[in-house]
Nanobody, 125 residues
Framework: QVQLVESGGGLVQPGGSLRLSCAAS????????MGWYRQAPGKQRELVAS???????DYADSVKGRFTISRDNGKNTVYLQMNSLKPEDTAVYYC???????????????????WGQGTQVTVSS
């Protein structure tokens, strides 16, 4: 199995920034495609951003221009830099992983095999 450990969540004011980290173990990280999802109260889990093992990136329209996904294969870690945060960004954020095909982005949660425990992000004044 792949173990995913998330960190970086917390409380931030609107307009502020947070950086989430997801550290992977138990696998060769460089061959995995990674995704960030979020789930707000009363809503379904939605894809925030994804990055392939080949470096191809997709973003949800709601976060485009504000969030940045990146990966550091040397540290077995994927990041989500969140800027200009809004109250509607409040959610539990999840890291997900699956074996990659190079430049194929995966957008559906059922396409990911491994999940982190989730970290709470709250944007409020």
């Amino acid at each position: 199995q792949v173990q995913l450990v998330e960190s970086g969540g917390g409380l931030v004011q609107p307009g502020g920034s947070l950086r989430l980290s997801c550290a992977a173990s138990g696998t060769i990280f460089s061959i995995y495609a990674m995704g960030w999802y979020r789930q707000a109260p009363g809503k379904q889990r939605e894809l925030v951003a994804s990055i392939t093992n080949g470096g191809s990136i997709d973003y949800a329209d709601s976060v485009k221009g504000r969030f940045t996904i990146s990966r550091d294969n040397g540290k077995n870690t994927v990041y989500l830099q969140m800027n200009s945060l809004k109250p509607e960004d409040t959610a539990v954020y999840y890291c997900a992983a699956r074996t990659g095909l190079g430049n194929t982005n995966y957008h559906r949660s059922i396409e990911y095999d491994y999940w982190g425990q989730g970290t709470q992000v709250t944007v409020s004044s």
